[in-house]
């Protein structure tokens, strides 16, 4: 991965706060893909020992956030959720996740961007379609 990439991610984690409070972590982004990784503290999990989906949102969140501003071209300060939508597919116990981001399209400053999350067995455990609007420096 080159410097520029390395320093872009240190600095989205150093500056994202709510997912630094989950632990999530960006493994790559590129201009067509990001990867992040969730390994949840038991304190993410609820009572009856299912990862609360509220956790989950958050790091899939995060995920976009991180491929929305490494994607956005120079003429735009930031990205701005828009609407979420997110499928829960199947329960989560185990601590390790992993997620998956891409561009699904883009009209001018409209961007549908899609996430999945998977468990340690690579079953999908949740979906997140967002669609950001990029906003002009």
């Not at 080159?2 to 972590?25: A, C, H, M, R």
């Not at 735009?76 to 829960?88: E, F, L, P, S």
């Amino acid at each position: 991965m080159e410097k520029q990439t390395l320093d872009y991610i240190q600095n989205f984690e150093t500056n994202d706060k709510l997912g630094g409070l989950f632990g999530s972590k960006c493994i790559s982004v590129s201009k067509e893909e990001c990867f992040y990784e969730y390994i949840a503290s038991p304190d993410h999990f609820n009572p009856n020992g299912i990862l609360h989906g509220g956790a989950l949102y958050t790091v899939m969140d995060s995920s976009q956030g991180a491929f929305i501003h490494y994607i956005l071209e120079d003429i735009y300060k930031c990205g701005a959720t828009g609407t979420a939508t997110i499928r829960y597919l199947a329960p989560v116990s185990e601590e390790k996740i992993k997620i998956r981001t891409w561009l699904k399209e883009k009209d001018k400053r409209k961007y549908i961007i899609c996430s999945e999350a998977m468990n340690e067995s690579e079953t999908i455990v949740a979906t997140l379609e967002e669609i950001w609007i990029a906003i002009l420096k």
